[in-house]
């Protein structure tokens, strides 16, 4: 179980990727909206611990912060979308969307689906695609996803009696912010006005994902980048980070990724 710190934040964000072949995760849980576009073979989805075999004409809609899983046992084609939440229409609240819904895979409506189909959303294009400077690539996808999204709320009714998990998304989204700083669960209470055991509580439905280790897996994510894109040396990164000293952030590290942060760094610099 993990947190996917790439898919945190306030910047503006939309990757697209493209399955062929299998497609298997562990649990993790991140802040971006993501989609599924299941174009063959099938594929075995948990989100908050329901499973749903997804086939082609499928598609997935992962809310922010649902803790889920991708299996694939055989061969799957699919087409992946990340979306931060500030790409999202405007009548799309982030509440909304977090809503629980009686299930989080739905069969395309024909018309749908014939469109994604014949206009060529599904290629293979988004290996290439780069939403910063392709903005006319970029118009259209987001009109598209904003498509499926209105099919989806238009066809999957609110599962009613089911509390929403507000108190955890703000949570999460406050950590997201200030990983970076001497975090503890009495300063997120106190900052967002919960009490130390609210915030405790929070985690119980992460299933074993606790408040520490949230807290590390997105300070051990900012570490991979800044080890990949600076020079930082470990002394800053580890600041940087927000660890309290250089031993822990190599403790916490080499847990995380199974090596040391100097031989990350060597390894995908190769």
Known sequence: MFVQHSNFGNQSVLRCGFTNGIHNSGDHI??????????????????????YIARPGDIAIIPPFK???FYTPKHVRQTIFVISNNLLPSSV?????????????????ERLWNYLIESGFHRDYAKNFDPKSDAEVMHWV?????????????????????PTERALQRVLVYMSQHFREPLTQVSIGAALGYSAKYVSNCFRSL???????VLNSMRVGEAKRLLAATDFTNVEIAMECGFSSVSTFH????????????????????
């Open 30 to 51: 991140h802040e971006f909206c993501e989609m599924e576009m299941i174009l063959e073979g099938e594929i075995e989805i948990t989100v908050d611990g329901k499973c």
């Open 67 to 69: 803790l889920h899983s």
């Open 93 to 109: 609240s982030f509440d909304e969307l977090c809503r629980p819904r009686e299930v989080a895979v739905f069969h395309a409506p």
């Open 142 to 162: 987001r009109s598209v996803i904003y498509l499926i999204l209105s099919e989806y709320f238009r066809n999957v009714p609110i599962a009613e009696g089911v």
């Open 251 to 270: 403790q916490v590290f080499l847990a995380a990724e199974g090596c040391a942060p100097k031989q990350y760094r060597e390894k995908i610099k190769k």
């Open 207 to 213: 299933k074993g994902l606790s408040f520490r280790d």
